[in-house]
């Protein structure tokens, strides 16, 4: 579960990207986050993984207040969401298994589970047979499921994915959303930013679209509703 109670985010440098935006997205739910460009989607998802914080408002996350954070509770809020990004940020000097393998290491997870998660992971993504390869041996549509492996490799409740398809020809995009809805499927929430009007108006879901810095539309099975 996701809440956000009237929030506002203001940038240093005096920019207001998000001016008191109220949601709830429930355990489970696939939801869109549509919107021109500079709208504050990508601040909207980076408040969700605490990568921002906001000016003023509350955001819960499964129950937890992310402002009212004991830090030594971070890392364990944080495990809980798996973030995936249009450039997919795979680290270029390890290869699709040590990528994956290493968001286990960071929380200590014992190297018997992390071999067998990984194993799994991979095969769940179907990239098997390219374990040993390196992102740069990897194509575009490959490498993003690498980066989907490493973010649901700790079992997170919820999937924050900032334009996934951002980078992907139609035929690649389509097998990355058969995958997020997979993992919906499994029983993640996943919040999905994206400019494809194609997936949205296809994959009927919810529909947030959010305009300078505030939600203009909030529907069910909602369509794209712009012309880009
Ligand atoms: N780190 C930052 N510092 C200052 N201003 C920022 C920062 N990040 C975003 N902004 C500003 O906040 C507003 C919202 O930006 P945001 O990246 O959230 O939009 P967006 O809807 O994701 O856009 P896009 O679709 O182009 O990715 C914009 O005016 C942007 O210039």
Do not use: C
Request: zero cysteines; aromatic letters at 8%.
């Amino acid at each position: 579960m996701i809440e956000m109670q009237d929030i506002y985010k203001t940038y240093p440098d005096g920019g207001q990207a998000l001016r008191g935006v109220s949601v709830r997205v429930e355990r489970n739910e696939f939801v869109y986050i549509v919107g021109p460009s500079g709208a504050g989607k990508s601040t909207f998802m980076k408040l969700i993984y605490r990568e921002e914080r906001p000016t003023k408002g509350t955001i819960f996350v499964n129950g937890f207040n992310l402002e009212k954070l004991k830090q030594r509770k971070i890392p364990f809020v944080r495990r809980n969401i798996g973030v995936i990004f249009q450039d997919f940020k795979l680290l270029p000097k390890m290869t699709a298994y040590e990528n994956i393998a290493f968001a286990m290491e960071v929380i200590e997870a014992p190297s018997r589970v992390i071999k067998k998660r990984t194993q799994e992971v991979l095969e769940l993504v179907r990239l098997k047979d390219k374990g040993n390869a390196y992102p740069n041996q990897l194509s575009g549509g490959e490498q993003q499921r690498v980066a989907i492996a490493r973010a649901i490799v700790n079992n997170p409740t919820v999937i924050v994915a900032d334009e996934p398809t951002g980078n992907l020809d139609p035929e690649t995009s389509w097998g990355i959303m058969k995958l997020l809805e997979e993992i919906n499927f499994r029983g993640a929430t996943i919040i999905m930013a994206t400019h494809n009007k194609d997936i949205v108006n296809t994959m009927r879901k919810r529909v947030i679209a959010i305009e300078n810095g505030l939600i203009a539309r909030d529907e069910q099975r909602g369509e794209y509703g712009y012309e880009d």
